[in-house]
């Protein structure tokens, strides 16, 4: 379901049939939920989930709801904006992640939240190039507009410093999301060394931390 509504922009020239795409799975989920799913492969495996996992319709219409709204080609007007479209998004995809798992709790919660902000405002950085070839720009306005860049000057592929500088502010708020994530791994740390502060362990810096969330995921110890 996440690569069909995801690939719904993409592939269509006319916004009334990405509405007709997004239509059609919100009514799936409805009938879902009302355990009469649509005879369509993807909707027959989620109906599945749905019933062995007791996961919540609430992510799902969060998912298809923001991705409606990212219909329109138009720029995120901020940063806060592209961060609720990842919290609804990559966030929600993660939460029902950790339902699977039979994971419920909050600082597991709180990881995910951060995790899929970092996730989404990633993605929007690595889709920048192919989107400019198609003469679009979806960077957040208000950081382009506090370095001068204009839109054109991503078309173009320009590279000055400024340009750059707009990178720099949108890739900074994706580490500070990891950040957040890397203090509670900190705070595990520190308690394991009897909150020795001075303890070598905890001046060297964590590589491996997304598999150490991985595995405390699996099994359930968040």
């Known amino acids: 379901m996440w690569n069909w509504l995801r690939q719904i922009k993409d592939s269509i020239t006319q916004k009334t049939t990405g509405l007709m795409r997004m239509q059609f799975w919100r009514k799936a989920v409805e009938d879902i939920y009302c355990n009469n799913p649509p005879h369509q492969p993807v909707a027959v495996a989620l109906w599945r989930a749905v019933k062995r996992h007791n996961l919540s319709k609430m992510w799902f219409t969060k998912i ?62 690595r889709a920048t190039p192919y989107h400019c070839t198609r003469r ?45 994530v890397a203090l509670d791994d900190y705070l595990y740390n520190i308690r394991k060394v009897d909150f020795n502060i001075f ?19 699996w099994k359930k110890t968040y």
């Open 64 to 125: 298809i709801d923001e991705r409606e709204k990212n219909l329109d080609d138009r720029a995120y007007r901020n940063i806060q904006e592209l961060e609720a479209y990842a919290e609804n998004t990559q966030s929600a995809l993660l939460y029902l992640t950790l339902e699977m798992l039979g994971v419920k709790d909050i600082h597991a919660d709180h990881a995910a939240s951060h995790i899929g902000k970092a996730q989404g405002i990633i993605t929007c950085l």
């Open 136 to 180: 679009k720009v979806f960077l957040p306005m208000d950081i382009c507009m506090l370095h001068g860049v204009s839109q054109e000057d991503f078309i173009r592929c320009k590279q000055e410093k400024n340009v750059r500088d707009v990178i720099y502010d949108i890739a900074s708020q994706a580490h500070v999301h990891l950040e957040h």
């Open 199 to 217: 303890h070598p362990s905890l001046q060297k810096r964590n590589t491996l931390l997304p598999l150490y969330l991985y595995i405390r995921t």
